[in-house]
């Protein structure tokens, strides 16, 4: 919900910042979330499929499709904005049950402004021979954390 | 993302049934996700709060609130609906970081059609003297899931 | 979009002033909108059906649906936060085709926070007989106007 | 909210197929909608800006916007398809105050399924100069039409 601090300023320094703060988030930590590119407007997040994230018939819960889309949305906004910042809202449409081996959660910024960028974002699954399918599609605001709050 | 044949008639049984749903999602058992009430079109699902489940300033990981409404928007339209479904869409809107003891999402569905259910969520924040605080909203669209895959 | 100057404070004056803003919108006097009622935070907007709004089979064009969700938004969140206000997002799901005699939207601002509010809206239908049906639920984000751009 | 039988073959059909299904909208009549350009799956719909679309500030009003979008959205959802449908529903982020001579609404569908395609939309305003600006960002549902419905 949050991917403050990103405002590193070589492309070097803005994926190994963004890769710290995924390490500081428990939950990402948890289900296993990596980050495999960033880029100030562009993030690509992976989620390895395994057991304990899938619901009763096997697919990847709904829930976890929704946290690779919120997290990567926040990395592209965040990012993009360079400056701290917080996930106001997305939508997401869940188009197909995720089956495969890996998650992978594609976002950009399509429009940045002053305060906020409006990012967007596809789901994918990958399976093992390396296919992808998409499996949602989300679009959301990511907005400067208010002052008051940015302190830290 | 799908709470199929929760489609028992007694409210015992739509409670119990939808218990048995929720131990069969992996991931829900691994966040400790709780179905706390569970009537027709209508449901409460509670997260308690432990470190896993934050992201890096110690907030409930927006990851999971949206998990939290993903998944009591779908009880709420399977009930309502009582036959297997999927969710198809849904938004939310964060308004405050969820800080507190324990996750409520409070769901209910607002329309319910033949082939699709319309539902809104609340998700609140509880803290250990009982106070509750809204964190975030969500509606979103639960629809009946195809025939073709409803085969089980 | 925008429902600006919505900061008078007795209730009288408020709705007034709601009346002032809407005269003020070509668009809404093109296709004959009507504010109801308008207090801090909450809003009527009704628009009588003409056949002119319509679409191709006769029901209510779901753009102007949207534009009565989207304008009984942004007069609740501009009412709630009391100062000059945007509309940032909003979604709309259509539940069933608008056919009646007036369309009527009602608002409310579900929170309010510093520089934005979160509002729900449904648009119903009302037939001759003076029965009302749903036929649309949304819920958006009403935004404080950047200062920039609030001077006039 | 529904562009019912654009299920012409041939791409010279679609088009005209989709302009007459326009004309027969009396509210896109009523503020001189055009379709540039439709082809299966996809959509360009401008509205010229003229004074009786805007709002009390002299931009464009947001439920124009947002009609754009949606008929947008549903005239690529529904070529995609190739069957009578109808807009189930879509959010909308608004990025930009409209200002400049036409509004132009091009969509996608991004994902099309057995029953309802996914699309994606984006609003510019053009300048005189022919310069274009992003206004806004949708993204929605477009299913088929209830058999029940259909019959016409």
Do not use: W
């Amino acid at each position: 919900m949050t991917a403050d601090d990103i405002d590193a300023t070589s492309p070097e320094a803005v994926f190994s910042r963004g890769r710290d703060v995924l390490a500081r988030q428990p939950f990402s930590v948890l289900i296993g979330a990596e980050l495999a590119a960033l880029t100030p407007g562009q993030c690509e997040l992976h989620v390895p499929i395994t057991d304990q994230i899938r619901q009763q018939h096997g697919f990847v819960h709904g829930g976890v499709v929704s946290y690779a889309a919120d997290n990567a949305l926040t990395y592209a906004g965040g990012t993009a904005l360079g400056r701290p910042v917080i996930t106001s809202e997305f939508k997401i449409n869940y188009v197909r049950p995720a089956v495969g081996s890996r998650l992978i959660a594609r976002a950009r910024a399509e429009y940045v402004g002053r305060t906020q960028a409006v990012c967007r974002c596809e789901v994918f699954v990958r399976d093992d021979a390396g296919g992808e399918k998409l499996c949602a599609l989300a679009q959301g605001t990511i907005a400067l954390l208010p002052q008051r709050s940015s302190k830290r």
